[in-house]
DNA sequence: CTTTCATGAGGAT
DNA sequence: TCCTCCTGAAAGC
C-alpha cells in the first residue's frame, strides 16, 4: 500500500473528513490510549505529508505522526463507525455535530509509528528527510549533491529517504526501469541528466499515484489494451513495466526481467533495457 | 492449519 | 548483514 502518493493522498482525506472539525479520538486496541486520550475533542487544522510520513495538525501543541511501514494501513467509512474488528490502533470519528452525509471516520492499523510529537520533534523529522517529488517545495538538487558523491548504488539511493522522501520500492524499480538507469549503478557514476529525468518521472508518476491511487507506470503503447495483453491482477493494482514481474518478459524488448535481494528488498529490472554499467561504476 | 511474504525502517552486530 | 516490529493475504501442506 503505501509509498508516498498514499500518504498525500491519506493527508487530503483527512482533510475532507476532519479538516476544521473536533474529532473524536480512541484506541479500541489500547495501545495508544493516552495519545488518543489527549486527541479526543480537538479540532484538526491541517493534514500534510512529507515523504512517507502523515503529519496532523491539531489544536495542540503535539502533532500526530502516522508513518504506515509496510503493513499500516488506514480504513475510512461513511456514517457512524461500527465496532472495530480487529487491532485497530487509533480510531478517529466527526463529532456528533457532523451528522448525515458529513459523519464518517478513520481506522488505523498496524503502523509503524503513531504518536504525538513537539514542533522540535517535527522539525528533526523533516529534517532528516530528503525533497519529495510531491512537494512543491521541494529541492532536486539537494537529493542530487548526496547522489552524486556517493559510491552506493542508484537503487538504494532512491530507497533511502534522506535522499528522495517519498518513492518505495514499485517506484524505485519502474522509474529506473523507465529511464534506462541500471539499478547497480553508482550514484556518482550517474549523469547528471538521467538524474534531471528520474526526478522529473518521479514528479508525474507519483502525482499520476496520487490522482488515482494506483501505481501505474507503463507508457500508453504498453497498456494491456494497447498491446492485446490481460491486464495485471494484484493487490497495488496497477500497470507496471518490472516491479514483481521476475522471469516474465519485459514489456519492452521481450528479455525475462531479472530480479535480487538488494539491501533486504526485492529488486526488479531489466538487462536490456537498462543495459549494465562498466563493473568500474556499479556498487558491490 | 501453518508458513511465507509484502508498497518500511530503526537498531544491533 | 541480520533482527525486530506491526497486520493480513496468499500460498503451502
Request: aromatic content about 6%.
Amino acid at each position: 500500500m503505501p509509498e508516498g502518493h498514499t500518504i498525500h493522498r491519506l493527508a487530503a482525506e483527512h482533510d475532507a473528513l476532519f479538516g476544521g472539525r473536533r474529532v473524536r479520538a480512541s484506541s479500541p486496541q489500547g495501545r495508544f490510549a493516552e495519545g488518543a486520550a489527549r486527541l479526543d475533542g480537538r479540532t484538526l487544522l491541517e493534514a500534510s505529508a512529507h515523504g512517507k510520513h502523515l503529519l496532523l495538525r491539531f489544536d495542540d501543541e503535539r502533532l500526530l505522526h502516522v508513518h504506515l511501514g509496510i503493513y499500516g494501513k488506514f480504513g475510512f467509512g461513511a456514517g457512524a463507525a461500527p465496532a472495530p474488528t480487529g487491532a485497530v490502533r487509533l480510531r478517529l470519528e466527526t463529532g456528533p455535530e457532523a451528522a448525515g452525509d458529513a459523519a464518517g471516520y478513520a481506522d488505523l492499523r498496524g503502523p509503524n509509528a503513531c504518536e504525538l510529537l513537539e514542533p522540535g520533534e517535527v522539525k528533526v523529522l523533516r529534517d532528516r528527510l530528503g525533497p519529495d517529488p510531491l512537494r512543491a517545495d521541494a529541492d532536486p538538487d539537494a537529493a542530487w549533491r548526496r547522489i552524486s558523491r556517493s559510491r552506493t548504488s542508484v537503487a538504494a539511493l532512491l530507497m533511502d529517504q534522506a535522499v528522495v522522501a517519498g518513492p518505495g520500492n514499485i517506484y524505485r524499480a519502474e522509474v529506473l526501469f523507465r529511464q534506462g538507469v541500471d539499478p547497480r549503478l553508482q550514484g556518482r557514476a550517474l549523469p547528471r541528466e538521467r538524474w534531471d529525468a528520474v526526478w522529473a518521472d518521479l514528479v508525474v508518476l507519483m502525482a499520476e499515484g496520487v490522482r488515482t491511487g494506483r501505481i501505474d507506470t507503463v507508457r500508453p503503447e504498453h497498456t494491456p489494451a494497447a498491446m492485446g495483453r490481460p491486464p495485471r491482477v494484484d493487490d497495488h493494482g496497477g500497470e507496471v513495466y518490472v516491479y514483481r514481474r521476475a522471469g516474465l518478459p519485459c514489456l519492452v524488448c521481450g528479455t525475462e526481467v531479472r530480479t535480487e535481494v538488494l539491501a533486504g528488498r526485492n529488486l526488479f529490472w531489466c538487462p536490456r533495457c537498462q543495459p549494465p554499467a562498466p563493473a568500474s561504476s556499479r556498487a558491490r
